[in-house]
């Protein structure tokens, strides 16, 4: 089984998984009274909370009309990717075989699209529907042929389920249960379900050889230049660091074979895939690869930086081997890297839910931020300490950062410096005098709480306004700080714009969006992460 899922399979309305089974339980059982839940949820009396759509029509149930349909209850539970089972316990709803006899679409000449809140949606078939082929296992892991009935639950151990979203509560969601109280695999266990439609297999896209079968696909890359590359993608060189976390948010990182010294010591991808500290071969840079390396590697694709050495991009394609360079310093680049990337490795479609994620996330922000007039935001350092160079450095005009600040509603003091990180001394920052500083930290050596730390206990900084106020805040870090152009760059919007604007944004609860993100893209939960930074 894959050791990653695409990440549309693992979103905040689905628990991702690699593998499932069984716990001893009493048989499900089936019957045609209606349960009652403890407490009436906002939807129980005249809200559609599904709708139905097949082959005889179009039927809406309310959560009082699902309930009212032939029942069952069983025991069931599933396994995250990360190995822990959850979620065990006695579920109750209505069968969705029986959900389907309603709108005429019981049939293995049909497949069914499960379609969540957030717009998720998954594809499974006719056997799906009947229970075969799903993989069940006991509470110790070992595999067991026990058999499931998939079922759209509304109860979990005698209460009513609740899923929220966007301050919407969703009732519903799919659950697998069995005669042996089965775990199976979380990938199956969609949240917060709003629709189930009826479909022909032949319309069906499946997350899976969604490219024509042309024998290869084009892109223009950010040098201007039409690239051509063999499908399907099985190998990826990634000398872009930050382009090697793209791949990885579209679920594709474990075709990675060759990458840069970030990949192979990012903690947060051998998080996530354990095996690439001995698969990821260093492979250099976007202006000094190891152009025999990656001969060896033999890769389908590279994948660097525009602001690379075209020299070096030269050599690797005089071995046959197709280079693409991306840009990431701007939210529309960043954005239009992430589509290339999907094109390239065959995933459009989740590509195009990903980006709605972002657009989605950026707008509950910016459309708050961008009423503030320049007075009323708060001019802000980011700053980070240079081991190498072992002086603080400013992100110049060129750098993702100062984008990321003004969207969350401040101003960069250091936005008009050239080019990328600069060299700064305590007279600068004295002279920009900044409302708040924001500390980032790229070594687990001297992570940002330290730095903050630091900069705390000098008198030389005592001075500086956002010190003398106590607002000096370390940017959160996983393994990857929230604050560059990579995937966790959405999660330090959020988390900036609460900073500046605490009263504005004082329903942005950091860590469940951070936690929603990390089930979503990565099928884990934010206990799996090891978090630094000033973050509740």
């Known amino acids: 089984m894959r050791k990653y899922l695409a990440p549309l399979l693992i979103g905040v309305l689905l628990l991702s998984v690699i593998s499932s089974g069984c716990i001893g339980e009493k048989n499900i059982t089936a019957s045609n009274t209606s349960p009652t839940s403890a407490t009436p949820t906002p939807s129980e009396n005249s809200e559609v909370v599904l709708t139905l759509i097949g082959p005889s029509g179009e039927k809406s149930l309310t959560l009082e009309g699902l309930k009212s349909l032939p029942q069952i ?6 396994k995250t990717k990360m190995g822990s089972i959850r979620g065990v316990g006695t579920y109750k709803g209505v069968s969705l075989k029986e ?14 699209r499960i379609v969540a809140a957030d717009g998720y949606s998954v594809v499974v078939s006719y056997d799906f529907v009947l229970g075969k082929g799903i993989d069940t296992m006991d509470e110790n892991g070992n595999p067991t042929e026990g058999s499931v009935v998939p079922i759209i639950a509304y ?23 069995g005669d042996d109280g089965c775990i199976t695999p979380g990938n199956l266990w969609v949240k917060a379900v709003t629709r189930i439609e009826v479909i022909k297999p032949s319309y ?16 223009t890359d950010f040098r201007g230049k039409e690239v051509k590359v063999s499908q399907p993608v099985n190998r990826i060189v990634a000398i872009y660091g930050l382009a090697a976390q793209m791949v990885y948010l579209i679920g594709e990182g474990e075709k990675i074979v060759g990458g840069t010294p970030m990949v192979v010591s990012d903690s947060f991808i051998q998080l996530i895939d354990p095996d690439a500290k001995d698969r990821v071969i260093l492979a250099g840079d976007p202006t000094s690869a190891n152009v025999e390396e990656i001969k060896k590697l033999n890769p389908d694709v590279v994948f660097t930086a525009a602001w690379g ?11 046959g081997i197709p280079v ?16 290339i990337i999907g094109k390239v490795l065959g995933k459009r479609n989740e590509v195009k839910e990903i980006t709605k994620y972002y657009v989605n996330a950026m707008e509950r922000i910016t459309n708050k931020t961008s009423k503030f007039s320049e007075d009323q935001k708060p001019r802000v350092l980011l700053v980070m300490y240079s081991m190498k160079s072992k002086a603080f450095k400013a992100p110049g005009q060129e750098y993702f950062q100062n984008r990321l600040i003004e969207m969350a509603g401040g101003i960069s003091v250091s936005k008009e410096l050239p080019g990328g990180w600069n060299v700064i001394n305590i007279e600068q920052v004295a002279e920009w005098n900044p409302d708040v500083i924001i500390v980032v930290g790229y070594s687990p050596v001297y992570p940002s709480t330290k730095i903050k730390e630091d900069i705390l206990n000098d008198p030389a900084w005592g001075q500086i306004r956002a010190v ?15 604050d560059y152009p990579a995937p966790k760059w959405i999660l330090g919007l959020y988390w900036t714009a609460k900073v500046l604007h605490p009263e504005l944004f004082s329903d942005l609860d950091i ?25 509740s």
Request: aromatic share 10%.
């Open 468 to 482: 003398k106020e106590g607002k000096i805040y370390a940017m959160p870090n996983d393994g990857e700080s929230w």
């Open 309 to 319: 050495d075209e020299r070096v991009n030269e050599q690797i394609e005089s071995l």
């Open 73 to 78: 209850e069983g025991k069931g539970g599933y």
């Open 99 to 112: 959900l389907l006899e309603l709108v005429g679409g019981l049939s293995p000449d049909y497949n069914v």
């Open 155 to 177: 109860e979990f151990n005698g209460e009513p389920i609740t899923f929220e979203l966007d301050g919407k509560v969703y009732p519903i969601q799919i659950a697998l249960v």
């Open 204 to 219: 069906v896209s499946t997350g899976t050889n969604e490219e024509p079968k042309t024998g290869y696909i084009t892109v």
């Open 511 to 535: 860590m469940k969006e951070a936690n929603d993100f990390y089930e979503r893209f990565f099928g884990i939960s934010i206990n799996d992460v090891s978090l630094v930074g000033d973050i």
């Open 324 to 339: 693409i360079a991306l840009d990431l310093e701007t939210v529309e680049s960043y954005l239009k890297s992430l589509e």
